[in-house]
């Protein structure tokens, strides 16, 4: 790593049981579960690759470093609200394990894994919130662990492990300043191609189309390009790029996401 990396020290909570009272009143439910061997597996294995493909991925610019693994032998007994009749485990359900491992290390980002069920109506994939006291100033990154099958079959299985992880990043840099005109939503890849050659993915596309396909090509089924883009300051407003029909990347504006300036906002490298 250079001494521009910015380093994010990780920590991984993996909770193998799940016996958790969720709802109130005529609507309260409980949901028990045990993490299998080869799910347990599986996700460790993911985690494995989370410090090198962040550091591959944003080109040297940042690094979860260490990611230290932990597996929570206590049961995940309680699920909050996260609106809408949806549940997470959240801050406040890992409290005991924050206490223990965040406000004595201090930590930069979190991501908890935990079995869930099939009737448990969930956030999302996943659901993140940025530092807090709450979290004793790490970001937060929930994922049941559920979707276990699909990584051996997902062409870049850690993505959806980055998405999260860069939620937290997102929080700390719009905390700094950084409005979308700089650093676009992460969850607007629709709108925005590479300044990369059109001969590297996502190919003059949209990321989205690139994800999903066209008619004219099939879905590639990464984000990879997109977060990696994101990471390296090398997005461009699909609009702005198509404005000049010579090149699909030559249009008006900034390249846009965290180019090395707007990581260095935050102060800290490794």
Request: charged content about 20%.
């Amino acid at each position: 790593m250079s001494l521009t990396t910015q380093v994010f020290r990780g920590l991984a909570l993996l909770y193998l049981v799940t016996n958790a009272r969720y709802g109130s009143g005529l609507g309260r439910r409980r949901v028990q579960r045990v993490m299998t061997r080869p799910e347990r597996e599986a996700v460790i294995a993911v985690l494995e690759r989370l410090p090198d493909t962040t550091l591959a991925w944003s080109d040297g610019l940042a690094a979860l470093d260490p990611l230290d693994i932990v597996e929570v032998r206590r049961p995940l007994a309680s699920l909050s609200s996260s609106g809408e009749g949806r549940w997470w485990a959240g801050p406040r359900d890992c409290r005991d394990e924050l206490v223990e491992h965040v406000s004595e290390h201090g930590y930069d980002a979190v991501i908890a894994l935990w079995p869930a069920a099939p009737d448990v109506p969930l956030c999302g994939w996943g659901c993140t919130v940025g530092p807090s006291d709450a979290t004793f100033g790490a970001g937060f990154s929930s994922i049941a662990s559920d979707h276990w099958p699909t990584l051996a079959t997902d062409p870049d299985p850690e993505q959806g492990y980055v998405h999260e992880w860069l939620h937290q990043v997102e929080s700390v840099y719009r905390q700094l300043g950084l409005g979308e005109g700089e650093l676009p939503s992460l969850h607007a890849a629709g709108d925005f191609t590479s300044t990369r050659s059109p001969a590297e993915p996502p190919f003059g596309q949209s990321y989205a189309d690139y994800h999903d396909g066209t008619a004219a090509r099939p879905g590639a089924r990464t984000w990879a390009p997109w977060y990696r883009d994101w990471m390296t300051g090398r997005l461009r407003r699909l609009d702005a790029a198509n404005a000049d029909p010579a090149s699909p990347v030559a249009g008006a504006g900034p390249a846009l996401g965290l180019t090395p300036e707007r990581w260095a906002l935050r102060g800290r490298s490794g």
